[in-house]
């Protein structure tokens, strides 16, 4: 097995502008959450545009958000069964029981008809979808869902800042949406996440959930029972600088995928339906016809050098989730079946994706 890739999986891009930015906050001596943390709120809101609360990691996002909606102990919470584990595991450590939706193979994403069988069911208090890879969730008839069932709509968009439904960018809707910036994310902060929500007092209530719910400024008074999911000034200065970057990052990911899905022969890709403007392509699905075949391009691929992976198992499927494992989720088997990850990130060369192609196109010759 090779051990330094010739294209790895991802690979953040930085420059000159950023690291001397982030030098200024570190001289200043002002480190922890403050005026470099507000700024870098200030023009998220302006970029989704929403109410925007900064906090230390996309898991804490989605805790937090579930929190501020008032999301406690034996409540029930669906999450789709195909996304990274974070989506359930937020939900389970505030002692929510999650029950698993099934997912569209050809997008990764939810269908809406699993959920309403789930919500018919039983007393579902919150719902989180996710636009798993940065492809758009269909939210529309979400939305409708969950004001008919009167849930709580929650998105979990750690992989699509960046993306649009219908014309509207992920963040920017009603409904309380979080995000991650770790470092093989659309834009970094190493470890850091946003939470953008259209209802003032959801962000009020967030900003105090991500300071131990204190209530404001100078005095030790906490109205809410919270921890620690503060962000902080250098991590700040470094989003500043992604943010602004963030259309040429987003083209060159979409200049890549469209690369591959044009010269790779023999696999498949997601399929991106109409209602999507932008798919952020966070990550890079592809699909081979069966898991024989799957198994046989990831040791081809990582044999010679490209990184490509093998994704995330279903969520009903995961040792931490057992009590879930009878669940009936064919969409994300078939996933977990014939799925595997391209390389793709904000700096990768053309040379690159090709290099990246031409072992595809190998594959089945062998
Ligand atoms: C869908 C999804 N949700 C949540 C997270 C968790 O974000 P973080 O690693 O910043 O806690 C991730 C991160 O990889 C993710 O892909």
């Known amino acids: ?12 891009a930085f420059d ?32 989704f545009p929403s109410n925007v609360v900064a906090v230390n990691n996309g898991t804490s996002a989605i805790t937090a958000a579930l929190m501020a909606h008032g999301i406690k102990n034996g409540d029930k919470v669906v999450v789709p069964d195909y996304t990274f584990i974070a989506t359930s595991s937020a939900a389970k450590i505030i002692g929510a029981e999650v029950l698993v939706a099934d997912v569209n193979p050809k997008t990764l994403n939810v269908k809406p008809e699993s959920i309403e069988q789930l919500v018919k069911q039983h007393d579902v208090k919150a719902v989180i979808v996710v636009p798993m890879a940065g492809l758009p969730v269909d939210l529309d008839p979400i939305i409708e869902l969950s004001k008919r069932y009167e849930f709580v709509l929650i998105e979990d968009a750690a992989q699509a800042i960046g993306s649009e439904y219908k014309n509207k960018k992920i963040g ?30 959801i962000y009020e209530k967030l900003r105090q959930i991500r300071n131990f719910g204190r209530a404001g400024d100078g005095q030790y008074i906490h109205r809410l029972n919270s921890v620690n999911f503060r962000f ?36 498949t ?16 699905f592809a699909f081979a016809k069966d898991n024989q075949m799957k198994e046989k391009y990831l040791n081809f691929l990582r044999q010679n050098g490209i990184d490509a992976r093998l994704p995330y198992h279903p969520i009903h499927r995961q040792p931490c989730n057992s009590e879930l494992a009878d669940s009936n989720c064919p969409g994300a088997d078939e996933i977990f079946e014939k799925a595997l990850t391209l390389p793709i990130y904000n700096n990768m060369t053309l040379d690159e994706c090709d290099l990246v192609i031409d072992y595809c196109n190998q594959v089945e010759e062998k």
Not at 237 to 264: C, D, M, S, T, V
Not at 272 to 284: A, D, K, R
Request: aromatic content about 12%; hydrophobic content about 35%.
């Open 16 to 47: 000159t502008e950023t690291q001397e930015y982030m030098f200024d906050v570190i001289k200043s001596g002002w480190w922890s959450q403050g005026k470099i943390t507000e700024l870098f709120e200030k023009n998220l809101s302006e970029y």
């Open 1 to 12: 097995m090779t051990k330094e890739f010739k294209v790895p999986m991802s690979q953040p």
């Open 172 to 201: 920017s809707f009603d409904h309380t949406t979080t995000f991650s910036f770790t470092a093989a994310k659309i834009i970094t902060t190493v470890e850091g996440g946003c939470v953008s929500t259209g209802d003032k007092n």
């Open 269 to 284: 890709f997601q399929v991106v339906p109409e209602y999507t403007t932008t798919h952020s392509h966070m990550l890079f």
């Open 232 to 267: 902080n000034d250098i991590h700040a200065a470094l989003g500043i600088k992604q943010l602004e970057k963030i259309n040429e990052f987003i083209k060159r990911r979409i200049e890549i995928a469209n690369r591959y899905e044009k010269n790779i022969k023999n696999l």
